[in-house]
């Protein structure tokens, strides 16, 4: 009895990360041929795949400029935007948390330091886990948005 088998109560999920700048097949699909390739080949089993899309921030979109295909990346993702993916996003319904208690809307966002507006508190740049009183003092606060976020919303749309 080991991880990914049913009743061991054992998961293994693995993700699917594309290597460069091209968009993930499509996730249960690609499920599939994960399963029969690593059960035949390596005896390996899991209990789900999940594919995301690189997002054009930091490390990534260093790579993307120093090739000179970072524009050609970003085009890559307008041109795929699937409105389809926007009741899922992360940013619709997860809070991410720095090691600073600032709070963010998603993990690339934080990445970036792109923080909540301070609601409570208009002079401070961040929230703040301390200036919450709950989570539901973020309900009807607005997403904070840039391109990088079309990586969320591209073919598929990102895990």
């Not at 460069?20 to 699909?29: A, D, I, N, R, V």
């Not at 390596?42 to 993307?64: S, W, Y």
Request: one cysteine or more; a negative charge.
């Amino acid at each position: 009895a080991g991880y990914g088998l049913p009743g061991t109560g054992l998961v293994l999920d693995l993700v699917y990360n594309p290597l460069s700048g091209f968009l993930p097949p499509e996730q249960t699909k690609l499920e599939e041929k994960y399963h029969q390739e690593l059960r035949d080949v390596f005896g390996v089993e899991f209990n789900h795949l999940f594919t995301m899309t690189n997002m054009p921030i930091k490390r990534f979109a260093d790579f993307l400029s120093r090739r000179g295909e970072l524009e050609e990346y970003m085009d890559l993702l307008v041109r795929n935007f699937n409105p389809g993916t926007v009741d899922s996003l992360m940013c619709r319904d997860h809070v991410s948390v720095g090691w600073d208690g600032h709070v963010y809307d998603c993990d690339f966002n934080q990445q970036l330091s792109i923080g909540f507006v301070n609601q409570t508190h208009p002079g401070k740049k961040h929230t703040s886990v301390f200036d919450l009183a709950s989570l539901d003092s973020l309900t009807g606060v607005s997403s904070n948005t840039d391109n990088h976020c079309f990586g969320c919303t591209a073919g598929m749309g990102s895990s």
